[in-house]
């Protein structure tokens, strides 16, 4: 159990352009996700926490404006790189927490992002 | 505020070899303690964690014990295989379900 998927798992796209990923519990409701991002050979930065129906809390030093996070579901939140440039260009992780005690989180597989 | 340091990698070593990853935190209050892996191209995996002081973690053939006194929760597996290449991360979790990550270290295991 405690499945988290993310779609997709790599895309690459121009300059400019904005890429949406999404992040899905399968088997449980995540009442809070977090997106991180890993840069290679590094630890995950935590980006922002995004709790269902409320707007994501961003941490220091990121854009909300630049990445866009919608938690529309209990199931589903999203990632919006807005206008994307190579320097975005990074591994993208979500996880979730279950709703109830459980002081952990379960990771989706990650989304690489290159931007050209 | 809350931190995880970890040893520095990469650990290389041969097949059947005794592994150690050492992990220490600062927090305040009663943090879950965590260790994860990832490996190659994936995302982070829950491997083991201890919830109290004096908990011992354990899955795969990995352990690690809850020590307050020491602030440590070190990672140990009495014989490693070439499939447990990849890279552990040590993490702590407060009340607000937040996670501070270590940096990681990287082991190879040599066949």
């Known amino acids: 159990g405690a499945v988290v998927s993310q779609h997709p798992s790599w895309v690459i796209c121009k300059s400019g352009t904005s890429v949406k990923i999404e992040c899905r519990s399968l088997?449980?409701?995540?009442?809070?996700m977090f997106w991180y991002r890993q840069f290679p050979k590094q630890s995950l930065m935590l980006m922002a926490t995004?709790?269902?129906?409320?707007?994501?809390?961003?941490e220091q030093g990121v854009e909300k404006d630049k990445f866009l996070i919608n938690h529309a579901s209990l199931t589903l939140s999203t990632l919006t790189v807005t206008s994307a440039h190579p320097e975005d260009s990074s591994f993208y992780i979500c996880?979730?927490?279950?709703?109830?005690?459980?002081?952990?989180?379960?990771f989706g597989p990650g989304t690489r992002l290159t931007v050209l | 505020g809350n931190s995880v340091t970890q040893m520095e990698g990469p650990v290389t070593l041969s097949e059947e070899a005794f592994l150690t990853i050492n992990c220490t935190y600062t927090?305040?209050?009663?943090?879950?303690l965590f260790w994860y892996v990832q490996y190659p191209g994936e995302g982070l995996q829950l491997l083991l964690k201890?919830?109290?002081?004096?908990d011992k973690g354990s899955n795969k053939g990995f352990e690690a014990t809850y020590r307050k006194e020491t602030t440590s929760f070190h990672l140990e597996k009495g014989s490693v295989q070439v499939s447990d290449s990849a890279v552990y991360f040590c993490?702590?979790?407060?009340?607000?379900?937040?996670?501070?990550f270590g940096g990681g270290t990287r082991l190879m295991v040599k066949p």
């Open positions: 996880s979730a927490k279950p709703a109830g005690g459980f002081q952990g989180q379960f």
């Open positions: 088997d449980f409701q995540a009442t809070t």
């Open positions: 995004s709790n269902e129906g409320s707007k994501a809390t961003y």
């Open positions: 927090a305040t209050g009663y943090p879950s």
């Open positions: 201890a919830t109290k002081a004096d």
């Open positions: 993490a702590l979790g407060n009340a607000g379900n937040m996670l501070t």
